[in-house]
C-alpha cells in the first residue's frame, strides 16, 4: 500500500511539470543574455561555419546569432502547447515535451557557450 501513494506522489509531480518549464524558459533566457554580453553580436560579419578544408563558408552579420535563442523559444513554446493538449490523456508523450525542450534549451547554450570561446 504505501509503494502505491508513492507512486501517486511521483505521477502528481510530473504532472504538474511546471518547474521544469521554468528551467527550460530560463535556459532560454541564459542563452540570449550570453549572446548578448560574452559574444556581442553586432553590424560586423561573423563567421558562421568555417571548414577546415575549404575555410570559412557562411559569413553573416553578428546579430542573426539572436536567432538561436528564438528558434529555441518557438520550440518550448510548440511543445508547451502540445503539452497542455496532451495533459489530460495522462499519456508518455506529454511528460517528453518537457524533457526534449530543456534538451534543446541545453544543446543551444552549449553551442552558443562553444560559438562564445571561438570568438574570443
Known sequence: ????????????????????????VL????????LYFKVHPGKNPLTLRYNIIVGVEWFSTGTNLYFVPLIGFFITATNFILYRALKDDENFLSFLNVFVSIAVQIILLVAVIFLGAIKT
Do not use: D, Q, V
Open 1 to 24: 500500500m504505501a509503494s502505491l501513494t508513492i507512486g501517486k506522489k511521483l505521477l502528481r509531480l510530473f504532472t504538474e511539470l511546471w518547474f521544469l518549464w521554468s528551467a527550460a
Open 27 to 34: 535556459l532560454n533566457i541564459i542563452t540570449l543574455l550570453y
